[in-house]
Nanobody
Framework: VQLQASGGGLVQAGGSLRLSCAAS????????MGWFRQAPGKEREFVAA????????HYADSVKGRFTISRDNAKNTVHLQMNSLKPEDTAVYYCAADRTGWGLKRSEYDYWGQGTQVTVSS
């Protein structure tokens, strides 16, 4: 499956962005889907994930209460709604697909999109 992330941009602190991840070559309804991010000089870290139905979700503590992951299986798309953005949220955001679960670790994901840049100014 191929993943294409979009929706990044430049936003002021306190603002919102909505990221999208469009899948092709497969249906996301059979995958757990996750979002990760990587800031300059740092390792890629888990942000959020949901299960195949979207009925269950995990969030990193740093984004809990501010970010929401959702999916539209009919449109083969996953979204990450990001509210109350902070400068420390600045990173390249990646979507990923997990064939066997909806894990919190990079190693659990089988397919990755190319990333979209999110920059939050103070």
């Amino acid at each position: 499956v191929q993943l294409q992330a979009s929706g990044g941009g430049l936003v002021q602190a306190g603002g919102s962005l909505r990221l999208s991840c469009a899948a092709s070559g497969g249906t996301i309804s059979t995958y757990g889907m996750g979002w990760f991010r990587q800031a300059p000089g740092k390792e890629r870290e888990f942000v959020a994930a949901n299960n195949w139905s979207g009925g269950g979700a995990h969030y990193a503590d740093s984004v809990k209460g501010r970010f929401t992951i959702s999916r539209d299986n009919a449109k083969n798309t996953v979204h990450l709604q990001m509210n109350s953005l902070k400068p420390e949220d600045t990173a390249v955001y990646y979507c990923a697909a997990d064939r066997t679960g909806w894990g919190l670790k990079r190693s659990e994901y089988d397919y990755w999109g190319q990333g979209t840049q999110v920059t939050v100014s103070s």
